[in-house]
């Protein structure tokens, strides 16, 4: 079901390139076109099948597009956004599937040209990898998709950019920018801080008998550093709440073990893993 003519992503790596994939297997545009600032990106997205073109020429890129998504690191999003939406066709649609979204939607909201109507976005799928080697036409199957609402997103906008993911995921859930970044703080942002800081919070010589716990708990220590302090400073309010959320836990159950109190610390135990049991195994 076509849903776009052209569509143009910007970045063309894991998330750019997966949804370049799953786009075309599921033929929700006419075209698909790829913008990545080198040109042998741009070739391996096309031999890969994320993009039925693939460019450099970014402002060429976008001016036929009705719809423009931009999967770049966050940092890249606004300045990327405002660069080419002078270039973007009248009533064309501008979206992104940045990590943080409080201060993009804010920046965009306030300075896009008035031809352009925008909605933020967050497909809740992904990895520790990165670039287009990685990228998986299935990446998002299963998966949510948040799309920000404001007083200032267009209707209409919103419709068709919600319309395009419906089919790529299980659900689409609308909500504030405000709310993605408290919730996406706790349930994201905050799991990589303890990986991160787990992973180098153990002795070398522990490594060698490293246990699959650890291997579980570190795996996303091994993502991009350019991607999560970039998330990190973009989301600082929430991602520091959440830290202390954290050690507010984190403090109850040390003074706990501290005081050798059996019977609390089992009961604290036991709260925290029927919240993992009742979220069930994938
Ligand atoms: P990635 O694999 O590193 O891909 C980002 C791509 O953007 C790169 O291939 C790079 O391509 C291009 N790029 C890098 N810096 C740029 C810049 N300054 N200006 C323009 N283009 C630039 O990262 P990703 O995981 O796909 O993440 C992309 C976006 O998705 C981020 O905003 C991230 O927050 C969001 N996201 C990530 C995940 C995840 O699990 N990884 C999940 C959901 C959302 P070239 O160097 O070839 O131009």
């Known amino acids: 079901m076509l849903v776009f003519d052209r569509i143009t992503i910007v970045g063309l790596g894991l998330i750019g390139g997966s949804l370049g994939m799953a786009l075309r297997r599921k033929r929700l545009a006419r075209e698909v076109v790829g913008v990545s600032r080198r040109a042998v990106t741009a070739r391996r997205a096309k031999t890969r099948g994320a993009v039925d073109l693939g460019m450099m020429d970014s402002k060429r890129a976008v001016r036929e597009a009705d719809l423009v998504i931009l999967a770049t690191p966050v940092e890249a999003i606004v300045p990327t956004a405002l660069r080419l939406a002078k270039t973007m066709r009248p009533g064309s649609i501008l979206t992104d599937?940045?990590?943080?979204?409080?201060?993009?939607?804010?920046?965009?909201e306030r300075r896009l040209p008035h031809h352009v109507a925008f909605v933020g976005g967050h497909p809740l799928a992904g990895s520790e990898q990165q670039g287009i080697e990685a990228a998986d036409a299935s990446l998002f199957d299963g998966s949510v998709c948040i799309l920000t609402k404001t007083a200032r997103t267009d209707p209409r906008a919103l419709a068709r950019v919600r319309q395009l993911w419906a089919p790529l995921v299980e659900r689409v859930v609308l909500m504030s920018p405000a709310r993605h970044d408290r919730l996406l703080a706790q349930m994201s942002h905050l799991p990589h801080v303890i990986a991160f800081c787990l992973a180098s919070a153990v002795?070398?010589?522990?490594?060698?008998?490293?246990?699959?716990?650890?291997?579980?708990?570190?795996?996303?220590?091994?993502?991009?550093?350019?991607?999560?302090?970039?998330?990190?400073?973009?989301?600082?309010?929430?991602?520091?709440?959440?830290?202390?959320?954290?050690?507010?836990?984190?403090?109850?159950?040390?003074k706990l073990i501290t005081q050798g109190r059996g019977s609390s610390l089992r009961r604290a135990l036991a709260r925290a893993g029927a919240v993992r049991h009742a979220l069930g195994d994938p």
């Open 203 to 254: 002795e070398r010589e522990g490594l060698a008998v490293a246990p699959r716990s650890f291997l579980d708990m570190t795996r996303i220590a091994k993502s991009s550093p350019q991607l999560w302090d970039d998330i990190f400073l973009s989301n600082r309010d929430g991602v520091l709440a959440s830290m202390a959320r954290f050690e507010h836990r984190w403090r109850a159950l040390r």
């Open 97 to 108: 599937v940045g990590s943080s979204k409080g201060a993009i939607v804010r920046a965009l």
